[in-house]
């Protein structure tokens, strides 16, 4: 239950606010209903909030027979006594009743408000000797909290409210330009996200259908719980303390049997897949068919038995056509019998738009049929697809690339048989570790000669956006591309250390610890022992070990307007990346003196003063801390 304590507009504001986070509300206010304004009297007739009247609350004896001693003060005129009073009237009501929040109002204007104003201090200690949080407003003193400008976000093609809230606020120092700020983050969502919510929050519960069937069953007892600890330590859950959705699985196949908590642990990850990298228009029309396929895994997971001659199995079928995300159904017999059908392999860059080549934003808006798209590529280069066109976004959920990567080469091969051209969608650079090798050579064997249409790549243009250069005379002679996990998730091994050589890792970010301890030779988290697996972290690199001070950068949704950058040291980065939360995929990670080349005015005699200089270089780098991030492009980037 909140109390608010006050009957003005910004009461009527606060219980508003209370309303929508489904919270009870009491109105405190000397004179009751009428003393309201006009919003919070329509809400007490509507029975959305009760009304209490300061004079209707139980005074403590002691305090009534003072008052019958001194007498009645004059109309109008507040003395000690009263407030006095109105004081311990609170302090037993809050006594007997469970108030979780008080917000204190009208206390705004000085010339208005003179008792409530004097009251303030005393209510909010009140309110901590009882444990209750309060605001005050416009004393933040006072305040153990601040009330957040929100927005509650409706399906839209129902009208129903959701889940999803959206809050702003500027802890006391701006309530006006929060609202702005509000209305704007807002506006610039997209109308669906109330939908998305609910949608997601459908899938969750199917999902965990068969954990509940467990628990009917005792099949939870049986087994001690252990087996079905979804929400552990290992972060199998969508919501767990893990902060990134590609955590590493074992591949699975289509004939593999599953223990029910693995069942469950299984269509968990995949909901935080499709909640990171679906658009949001796409999940506010799943229908429970729909959720249920993507559920299940038996779409595009290969059999043991199947050949690999393009013949798909008895029990393997390509999923029907669906309707476009853009709300258009493709009209496929429109398409000419006998039109040659021509399949295209596409980069579309690290992200932002405007990366995209001139023929890679012709063959999406000029000359595709049917594009199949890897889940990375972002929603601002999807949106540039006509409606008209045909959509699929690759199922390459944990334990399911290889399944996947099958069902998105079979369907571009039967959509080029008839007759359409395809777009087979890539992010970055299709041959830079985007396994377009294997697709070449499976469409030649299938009669399909694939035109490769080259990509910015993102290991070269994300670093350029974190003004991380990576050559520069001086600090940085070559540089080397690698990836931090090799096929079905097995390790890779990483170069050694070379002073002049920036190093490139992709797809390793989720695996930051193993990485940096290959490069270390030691674990990162634990510096103080040797560990019994630093032999196998040895084992992981060529060459020297790199020195625990070595400037690292994570760049994350390079080019894109939430581009996060952390930068530290190898030994910090861990324990850094771990402190900022939720990780933002896709990301990579640059290693090496080039990281701090262009920083504030430069730093380009990294190779002519050698190895004496570095700890005081690194020093004044990170200006004495252990890690920076920053937030964005830069807004020159807006024009473009």
Request: glycine share 10%.
């Amino acid at each position: 239950m909140v109390l608010i304590i006050g009957g003005d507009a910004l009461a009527a504001s606060r219980a508003y606010a209370s309303l929508e986070a489904d919270a009870a509300v009491v109105v405190l206010v000397r004179g009751g209903s009428p003393a309201l304004c006009d919003e919070l009297q329509w809400r007490a007739r509507q029975g959305q909030v009760s009304v209490l009247d300061w004079d209707a609350l139980s005074s403590d004896s002691r305090v009534d027979n003072a008052c019958a001693l001194e007498g009645t003060s004059a109309p109008g005129i507040e003395t000690e006594l009263d407030l006095e009073r109105d004081i311990t009237s609170l302090d037993g009501y809050l006594s007997r009743t469970p108030v979780s929040l008080v917000c204190v109002t009208g206390t705004l204007s000085l010339s208005h408000s003179s008792r409530i104003r004097s009251l303030a201090p005393h209510i909010a200690r009140i309110c901590r000797a009882h444990r209750i949080p309060v605001n005050v407003a416009d004393m933040p003193a006072l305040c153990d909290f601040y009330f957040a400008s929100t927005h509650r976000f409706v399906d839209p093609t129902t009208g129903a409210k959701s889940s999803m809230q959206l809050g702003v606020t500027a802890n006391g120092e701006g309530c006006r330009l929060a609202s702005r700020i509000r209305r704007e983050a807002v506006a610039a969502l997209p109308k669906e996200v109330g939908g998305a919510v609910i949608r997601i929050g459908q899938l969750r519960r199917l999902a965990r259908e068969h954990e509940r069937e467990a628990e009917g069953c005792g099949v939870i007892e049986e087994t001690n719980g252990s087996d079905l600890d979804i929400e552990g330590a290992n972060g199998d859950a969508e919501d767990t303390s893990v902060n990134t959705p590609n955590q590493p699985v074992p591949i699975r196949r289509a004939d593999d049997s599953e223990s029910i908590a693995e069942a469950v642990r299984r269509r968990m990850r995949w909901v935080a897949q499709v909640s990171e990298y679906w658009s949001i228009s796409q999940l506010s029309v799943l229908t429970e068919p729909e959720m249920r396929a993507v559920l299940s895994g038996s779409i595009g997971l290969p059999s043991v038995g199947q050949h690999n001659h393009g013949e798909r199995s008895p029990s393997q079928s390509l999923p029907p056509l669906q309707t476009s995300q853009h709300g258009l159904q493709p009209i496929l017999s429109s398409v000419p019998s006998k039109k040659q059908g021509r399949i295209l392999l596409v980069g579309s860059g690290p992200g932002h738009p405007s990366l995209l080549t001139l023929a890679t934003h012709s063959a999406l808006t000029k000359h595709a049929d049917l594009i199949l798209s890897d889940k990375l590529v972002p929603s601002a280069v999807l949106e540039l697809i006509p409606r008209h066109v045909e959509l699929r976004i690759a199922r390459k959920f944990p334990g399911n690339a290889d399944g996947a990567q099958t069902e998105m080469m079979e369907a571009a091969v039967e959509a080029a048989r008839r007759g359409l051209t395809v777009v087979r969608l890539k992010q970055g650079d299709p041959i830079v570790y985007g396994r377009a090798g294997e697709e070449v050579l499976y469409f030649r064997s299938h009669g399909f000669e694939p035109l490769v249409v080259p990509g910015v790549s993102s290991a070269l243009a994300a670093p350029t956006f974190a003004g991380i250069p990576v050559t520069q005379r001086g600090v940085a002679e070559t540089f080397i591309v690698c990836t931090g996990v090799g096929r079905q998730g097995k390790e890779v091994r990483l170069p050694g250390y070379e002073r002049p050589r920036t190093l490139l890792i992709l797809m390793g970010v989720a695996r930051l610890s193993e990485v940096v301890g290959a490069l270390l030779g030691y674990s990162p988290l634990d510096t103080a022992s040797i560990s019994k697996d630093d032999s196998k972290r040895e084992g992981r690199r060529d060459g020297s070990p790199y020195p625990p001070n070595l400037p690292i950068a994570i760049i994350e949704r390079g080019s894109m307007p939430d581009q996060r950058v952390l930068v530290s040291t190898l030994e910090n980065v861990c324990t850094a990346l771990e402190s900022l939360g939720a990780q933002r995929p896709p990301g990579m990670i640059v290693v090496g003196w080039a990281v701090l080349a262009l920083h504030g005015h430069g730093d380009v005699r990294v190779l002519e003063e050698g190895e004496g200089s570095d700890e005081e270089r690194v020093k004044q780098w990170l200006g004495g801390r252990r890690w920076n991030v920053t937030e964005g492009i830069s807004e020159g980037w807006s024009v473009l």
